[in-house]
């Protein structure tokens, strides 16, 4: 109608759209800083387990001594968590995440100085572990996902995610590598309470628990396994890392599964589906001779599903709660994560001490995995605006 009027009358046309290209390039570079961050955390974590064998003969405390000092390590770890996202939605995630990386070269440039439980409990479990805890992801998916749009959200929370596989992939054969050239010591310095009423949110956390029980458990004692079944120490590093190259694909599937025509899947059944996955996997492990192919196939099969998890899970307490608070919200979740990682780190040792080798705690392992598959079924997982009916 108001093209019949005349130039002078017309009505100004709105204003042209700013480009949104230097947005885009911002929020790029905030996914690599934050997957960088990740992969330095989880990649000098993860790798730790190469040298649980060289720490007994360096201070003769025993397996079961050590194990301790790393499953402190995952309870701290998560105790961190809700403490860095409290602080970090108050102060801004910079400084919190700067601190953390900090803690994690020193303690881990402590270990080989370390020859009492307790030395190692300071060293692994608090400094170590906890500067990883202020850099987790509690703080970087909350960071990411203040700045990404809702149906983007689940995609960054897997490129994140990703990006610590992927130090977990490039650090273990670095470790093992510089171990053989220059000693274990030199290899491990290179590596250098809300809403708990909710049901749906106890379930969630019931899950993650077992999601750290069983990521603590192969982190720690895979290396254990593999001189176990009589294998080189070399096939222990390639399985670490596999696991990591794997959990690079998994994780960005699980983005794109999250993003997937404006959120068609629902987080709970992902995630059922993914500890139901695992639970085949150990199974299948248990009844296959213990090859190196059989060892790192395996490793492949349950890399892609290692921690898959932790974007929905977010996910889920986003949508549960809104992202205001998420930090803290989901670092509680992480909490009980790292619960469950402190059973299957030290546990892991004990089962070698008791029963001599570790077939109880892969049985463990699977019949939690079902038993998390199971207790996502309940969850009541709120509609996004404008979803479309979820599959």
């Not at 109608?1 to 790029?28: E, H, S, Y």
């Not at 929370?157 to 596989?165: E, K, L, P, R, T």
């Not at 909710?198 to 290396?223: E, K, Q």
């Not at 892609?304 to 549960?320: E, K, N």
Request: proline letters at 6%; charged letters at 10%.
């Amino acid at each position: 109608m108001n093209d019949t009027l005349p130039a002078a009358d017309r009505p100004p046309a709105p204003a042209p759209a700013a480009p949104d290209g230097p947005r885009r390039v911002a929020f790029g570079l905030v996914l690599l800083a934050a997957a960088g961050c990740f992969a330095a955390t989880m990649g000098a974590r993860q790798s730790m387990g190469l040298f649980l064998g060289d720490l007994n003969s360096h201070t003769g405390l025993g397996l079961a001594n050590i194990s301790l000092a790393f499953a402190f390590g995952q309870l701290w770890w998560g105790l961190t968590q809700p403490v860095a996202g409290i602080v970090a939605d108050r102060i801004g995630a910079g400084r919190v995440i700067a601190a953390g990386i900090v803690l994690v070269a020193l303690g881990t440039l402590m270990i080989p100085l370390m020859r009492s439980t307790g030395g190692l409990i300071l060293a692994i479990g608090v400094l170590a572990a906890g500067g990883a805890g202020l850099a987790g992801p509690s703080v970087l998916m909350a960071a990411t996902a203040r700045l990404t749009d809702p149906a983007r959200r689940g995609l960054a929370s897997g490129i994140v995610n990703a990006g610590g596989s992927f130090g977990q992939f490039l650090f273990a054969p670095i470790a093992q590598a510089v171990g053989s050239a220059a000693g274990w010591a030199a290899a491990v310095q290179t590596l250098g309470l809300a809403a708990l009423a909710d049901p749906s949110y106890r379930l969630l956390a019931a899950g993650f628990f077992v999601c750290g029980f069983h990521v603590a458990f192969i982190a720690t004692h895979l290396p254990g396994v593999v001189a176990a079944c009589g294998l080189p120490p070399a096939v222990g590093a390639w399985a670490i890392a596999v696991i990591g190259l794997a959990n690079i694909a998994g994780s960005l599937a699980m983005g794109w599964a999250l993003s997937w025509r404006g959120g068609r899947w629902r987080m709970k059944s992902l995630l059922a589906g993914v500890y139901l996955a695992r639970a085949v996997a150990v199974l299948v492990f248990l009844a296959l001779p213990k090859t190196a192919t059989n060892l790192l196939v395996f490793s492949a099969v349950i890399g892609a599903t290692y921690l898959s998890t932790v974007p929905p899970t977010a996910g889920l307490v986003a949508r549960f709660f809104g992202p205001a608070h998420l930090a803290t919200l989901f670092g509680v979740v992480m909490l009980a994560h790292q619960l469950g990682g402190f059973l299957g780190a030290y546990l892991g040792g004990r089962s070698v001490e008791w029963t001599g080798g570790y077939e109880a705690m892969w049985v463990a392992d699977a019949v939690l995995a079902v038993a998390a598959a199971l207790l996502h079924l309940p969850i009541r997982e709120p509609r996004p605006a404008g979803a479309l009916r979820p599959a």
